[in-house]
């Protein structure tokens, strides 16, 4: 594609870009619109009959000459390409970044200058161990990749929702991967780490303690993508225009709050909905609750690398926040769904080393090694090394140099010169000088003096104290949570001395009582001390790390069932829903099945859908309006107690309104701060609303033992 005639001067080929919808008008080229239009072969040749191939008589063989068939199958044939090696599931969205105020004191990047500048972005979420076609809610760590047009060339920032990972050394990624992945005889588990070749890994690999206690956390089963974290995980350098670095940690915190599912519920929405985090995105970027997050940065004054209790590039370690506060710097909002799930998601190619000046690498040798295995593996996932010119890969800025052939070239470059420097295209394209004025990219000028060697620093040998202190930040609830996992995960490992060595080995370093209670459930002895000697640290507790003190206090983008049956008070129900719709929450209407009810004053009531197509797991509360008949009905249907059951069960906030009170002594249930009801929607609303913006009513944990759902 051409671009703009400015780049003709090096050093001032900045786009034009006083909004985010140059990406959307540079993706607009590429896209096609059938409506009105003449079915074509790619050719462009009109087609008269898409059902018959054509044969020697009606009743014949095919004919080879067919090439409308043939262009046809063997476009077919040939549709799939490989997926990603790991997170291969995943779903993106179109937005922008915005900076609050000028950063040039932290970095000169363009897109950190100014406040009235909206940066294009496409965000890509994604599960790590599944196919692309597995399930949403598996236990798993998310990845939370950023491709930033900026004006000086794409940025691509690619995280994951939690702050550290499982090795220290990029040569140990392909052992981790084969090891998390489905087990090479039987391709089992999909989406999962609940298997022997798994825990065989980690737990003879102690770097791993610390993120395994994450991924059996609740963060790794996540409410939906709106709700998670996004950590850029290694140490990164922001420099400014004097050429000043500092060490950097990118955040990014859900305003909607960070919030998971439990895992009862995480288990059969992915059963009853597999695609339940996509299509949330996609449901709340389509109704104009648009996903938003603020972008954050850990500071770290060059001088002060050393002052640290751990390695600021071992990957395996967060700088605690009450130690080095997140500085807010901008918001990443998401408000647009792309159009072509494969031209657009799928194809997106992400990469570390793609970024931009201002903006550096550390020395953590897994962000390293990372710099050189997204584009290796784009080569044979997009078939080439032109995958750059995919449109949704495309830079604003113009990219002009002597890298011209190769398979899929879409460019026509101009001029006889693919080489640099020449003398017969005037020496275009031309290099620019280094410096924040003209703008051409120059590594940081880090001294390096050092004997070449394949050794881990000893400064990355403690595997232990972090994860400690992330279990010690999280809440009773989430300690247990953590345990169930555990226990859980190493229940279906058949191999006793794999079991064991997790527990005596690994959890018996991170937490004593954490290991006993592990071991307690696997009917293991409990390991009585600890196998290496424990590293005490500054602090005890991050509060930062519990999800307990991360929700966003507001019930914005939370997801309500209605239930109605015929008979119920149409009252009620509008009044609820003017009322959730006032806080930017979304409430689903659900019936006995997917036709309209009647309401008692006589009227057709539409609904959203049956309340076996939206499950509870699918929802954030449920709200039961009045109707003596409404609830009559409820109270002898199998569907709607099991609704309300399940709803309690997974400690969901639930509001009974007049005659459907009478289904606490139906279900048997005590009301609790969570479990309300009232003579109308006016009477509980209140209470309701706070209930479900405090996501869980974890008092009522006690009490769902005994529940059957
Ligand atoms: Fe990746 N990773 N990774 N990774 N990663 C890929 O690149 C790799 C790591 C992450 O939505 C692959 O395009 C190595 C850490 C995300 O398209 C591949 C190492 C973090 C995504 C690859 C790591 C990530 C990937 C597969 C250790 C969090 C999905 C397909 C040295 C900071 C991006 C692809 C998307 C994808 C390699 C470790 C995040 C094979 C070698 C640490 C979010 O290149």
């Known amino acids: 594609m051409s671009n703009s005639k400015k780049s003709e001067l090096a050093g001032t080929d900045t786009p034009d870009r006083a909004n985010t919808s140059q990406k959307q008008e540079q993706l607009e080229q590429f896209r096609s619109d059938a409506t009105g239009q003449a079915l074509r072969t790619n050719q462009g040749v009109k087609i008269a009959d898409n059902q018959n191939t054509l044969k020697a008589g009606a009743r014949g063989p095919s004919l080879l000459e067919d090439f409308i068939m043939r262009e046809k199958i063997t476009h077919f044939d040939h549709e799939r390409i490989p997926e990603r090696i790991v997170h291969a599931r995943g779903a993106g969205a179109h937005g922008y970044f915005q900076v609050y105020e000028c950063q040039s004191e932290l970095t000169k990047a363009a897109l950190f200058q100014d406040p009235g500048q909206k940066t294009p972005i496409f965000v890509r979420f994604s599960t790590v161990q599944g196919p692309r076609g597995s399930g949403d809610t598996v236990r798993d760590v998310r990845g939370f990749a950023i491709k930033f047009y900026t004006d000086e060339g794409n940025w691509d920032l690619v995280g994951n929702n939690m702050p550290v990972f499982f090795i220290q050394d990029a040569i140990k990624f392909p052992d981790f991967v084969h090891a998390v992945k489905p087990e090479p005889h039987n391709e089992i588990p999909t989406g999962g780490s609940a298997h022997d070749t798994f825990w065989d890994f980690v737990s003879l690999v102690p770097e791993s303690a610390h993120m395994v206690l994450w991924t059996m956390s609740d963060r790794a089963i996540p409410v939906n993508f709106r709700s998670i974290q996004g950590f850029g995980i290694h140490t990164f350098r922001l420099i400014n225009a004097e050429g000043k670095a500092r060490f950097v940690k990118f955040h990014l915190k859900p305003l909607q709050g960070v919030r998971s599912l439990v895992w009862d519920e995480a288990q059969k929405l992915a059963g009853k909905d597999t695609d339940a985090h996509r299509r949330d995105l996609w449901e709340a970027i389509e109704s104009g609750d648009y996903p938003e997050w603020e972008f954050g940065v850990q500071i770290v004054e060059e001088e002060d690398e050393h002052k640290f209790e751990f390695d600021l590039l071992d990957p395996t370690k967060i700088i605690p926040e009450e130690i080095v506060p997140v500085t807010p710097i901008g918001k990443l909002v998401l408000n647009r769904n792309p159009d072509s799930f494969f031209a657009e998601t799928e194809q997106v190619a992400f990469c570390p080393a793609h970024i931009v000046p201002g903006i550096d690498f550390s020395n953590d040798p897994l962000l390293q090694g990372r710099l050189f295995s997204y584009t290796d593996t784009q080569i044979s996932r997009l078939g080439g090394p032109n995958f750059h010119e995919i449109p949704i890969n495309r830079p604003l800025a113009p990219n002009h140099n002597g890298q011209r052939d190769a398979q899929h070239r879409i ?193 057709t009531l539409e609904v959203d859908a049956s309340a076996d197509g939206l499950p509870s797991v699918a929802l954030d509360a449920v709200f039961v309006p009045g109707g003596a008949e409404a609830a009559k009905a409820f109270a002898s249907s199998g569907t709607a107690k099991h609704y309300l059951y399940e709803a309690y069960k997974h400690l969901k906030a639930i509001a009974l309104v007049g005659e459907a009170k009478d289904l606490l002594s139906v279900l048997q249930l005590d009301p609790d701060a969570g479990l309300l009801s009232g003579s109308d929607t006016k009477a509980v609303q209140k209470d309701f609303f706070t209930a479900i913006a405090q996501h869980r009513v974890w008092a009522r944990i006690p009490k769902i033992k005994s529940i059957p759902a």
């Open 411 to 603: 460019t026509i470059d101009k001029g006889r010169a693919s080489y640099e420097p020449n003398s017969i295209d005037g020496g275009w394209p031309k290099e620019t000088p280094p410096g924040a004025q003209d703008g051409g990219f120059e590594t940081y000028h880090e001294r390096i003096d050092a004997y070449k060697i394949r050794e881990r620093s000893t400064s990355f040998s403690d595997h232990f104290s972090q994860a400690t202190l992330f279990y010690n930040s999280l809440s009773e609830a989430e300690q247990q949570h953590v345990i169930d996992a555990y226990s859980f995960e190493l229940g279906k490992v058949e191999r006793l001395w794999i079991r064991e060595r997790q527990v005596n080995e690994i959890l018996a370093n991170i937490d004593l009582e954490l290991a006993a209670k592990v071991a307690a459930n696997l009917g293991l002895p409990a390991p009585t001390a600890p196998t290496v000697p424990p590293k005490k640290l500054s602090i005890d507790k991050s509060p930062a790390l519990s999800q307990v003190n991360l929700l966003s206090g507001k019930i914005k983008g939370f997801k309500v069932a209605i239930l109605v049956a015929d008979g119920v008070n149409a009252d009620d129900v509008q009044t609820i829903q003017q009322a959730l719709k006032a806080e930017g929450a979304h409430a689903k209407v659900l019936g006995p099945t997917s036709a309209p009810v009647q309401t008692a004053d006589g009227k």
